[in-house]
């Protein structure tokens, strides 16, 4: 990912190896700023509070997380409470477990004295296929962009691509170039011109304050909208296509992903704008079949919703409290609040899953022709 021209990672191991760097992203847009976390209690604490997120890059954390505790104690009762507590932090991605469960899996026949150098490298291995299959996605993705773009009267032929997302599902959502954005970040670096419409995604603004931010240091012309206006433009063919994120994807093909994504699919459907969802293989639950009945909805702070966080303006008058950071209620006192922090979509109102492996029917048949022996 480019920040000022720099290429950056969400996620590194230190040099001394003993911590792991990240970007905190609750800073964001108005201020870059990096944290080193050096136990897994601290992990544990980024991952629940939204230091990181997006459900790759808290699979990826929390492996990491595992090997900071056996830097501590790398005896069995601490790798069970570790994995306990990080599985924990948020309990709707499937990644989180996925990612926990590997790096358990590889650590515990081995002796004490080797399983925090296992986790390193496990935990590094599934930040570098991260990438890998994220870039794969924005390859599959890019050429459905191009067909659809050729594929348009002529009178629009040259005329920017309009593709709407919800939340963030770039490069800050996992190690590097993201899932849903991916095919964004590869249509611009292939001369595609295309233009975002970015939902703001209350109540935490993933939208505006993450996928804004990202965009713009890329150089992707955007614009950034309330979460409401997207089926307005679509009733006016201002959409050539939605695409977004899942965090947990059932195996007949439901997904789940940040609250308003079921709005926006369901009024894509309407207007006949096809609606794709970016996933790679650790997304998928294969264990889990209906996704309204069986995903667990994490439910967030009701204070997430009653109150927003900004950098505060100037009234022109050079005031000392200009530009900083701060936290304004918006409700009235007494009113309570709910936040519930996904919804999910129903297979029948995607058009298809774009993975790593190439695209997919929102289907069981359509995923299992994929992945049948990872199933």
Known sequence: MNIDGKAWRTIWLEPDGRAVGVIDQTQLPHRFTTRSLSSCAEAAEAIRTMVVRGAPLIGVTGAYGLMLALQADPGDASLAAAFEALNATRPTAINLRWALERVRSKVQPLPPAERAEAAQAEAAAIADEDVAMCEAIGDHGLRIFQELAAARPAERQGQPFNVLTHCNAGWLATVDWGTALAPIYKAHRAGLPIHVWVDETRPRNQGASLTAFELGQEGVPHTVIVDNAGGHLMQH???????????????????????????????AHDNGVPFYVALPASTIDWTIDDGVAEIPIEARSAEEVTAIQGRLLGGGGGSSVEGQLATVQLTPNGSPGFNPAFDVTPARLVTALITERGVAQASEPGLRQLYDHDA
């Open 237 to 267: 063919g201002q959409v050539d296509a939605v695409i977004v994120g899942t965090d947990r994807t059932t195996r007949r093909g439901d997904v789940c992903n940040k609250i308003g994504t079921y709005l926006k699919a369901l009024a």
